[in-house]
């Protein structure tokens, strides 16, 4: 079944630690978002692709980075910079075109410990 | 550019009654809408969506939405609510230009109390 997978399903992170949440689809969506979940802000965007080899700063992009290499893929890591980044992280993909919506990964619950 | 408030960020509903979730958006070209749900701890799952074809749009789990213009609203109905109902809620437009990204409403928690 065609989807998109978002692994580990829980993180723990350690002060001054980089991590990298992954994102896989095999929908042959061209386009790729992440969003952060906090309590009560509802979906905030952080990174956005629309096709592979570019991506482009959402709304909350200061401590995060991400890379289009494939189009099935569309990692993101959490670096040492980002100071609270204890949340819920979405992937999601479309086809970037026509009347469809996003598809969601079940999501990686990122903890500093 | 395109916005989507939801009025209500909790809306509290006994078992067996009426649900409603008010969107409303703003579009500067014909818009698709959306209506997501989340359960806890877990992705958001398509509900409905609008894509110009018949106003009123039935979706899973016993959900419906009518899109209407004169009023930029796109409410998601439920006649009659179940526990397991219980989630988050988002209302999503994006226009129909090629490559327009969904923009997403703040939320609305549903609760369905016994």
């Known amino acids: 079944d065609g989807g998109i997978t978002q692994s580990p399903k829980y993180l723990f992170r350690k002060e001054g630690q980089n991590v990298t949440l992954s994102c896989e689809q095999n929908l042959n969506h061209d386009a790729m978002y992440w969003y952060r979940q906090d309590p009560g802000q509802g979906l905030r965007l952080i990174y956005y692709?629309?096709?592979?080899?570019?991506?482009q700063k959402g709304d909350i992009a200061e401590g995060y980075s991400v890379s289009r290499e494939k189009k099935e893929s569309f990692p993101l890591t959490v670096t040492s910079a980002q100071k609270n980044p204890t949340a819920f992280y979405l992937c999601a993909s479309s086809m970037g075109r026509g009347a469809g919506g996003y598809t969601f990964g079940s999501g990686t619950r990122l903890t500093v410990v | 550019a395109q916005s989507v408030t939801q009025l209500g960020s909790h809306v509290s509903v006994s078992e067996g009654a009426l649900v409603l979730l008010r969107c409303n958006y703003s579009?500067?070209?014909?818009?698709?809408l959306f209506w997501y749900v989340q359960y806890p701890n877990q992705g958001l799952q398509l509900l409905l969506k609008?894509?110009?074809?018949?106003?009123l749009v039935k979706g899973i789990n016993g959900f419906e939405a009518e899109f209407k213009k004169s009023e930029t609203s796109f409410h998601l109905t439920k006649p009659s609510a179940h526990m397991s109902d219980a989630a988050e809620y988002f209302c999503a437009v994006r226009g129909n230009n090629a490559g327009n990204m969904l923009t997403f409403g703040g939320g609305t928690r549903l609760m369905v109390k016994p």
């Open positions: 609008y894509t110009s074809a018949a106003t």
């Open positions: 692709s629309q096709i592979v080899n570019d991506f």
């Open positions: 579009s500067s070209v014909p818009p698709y």
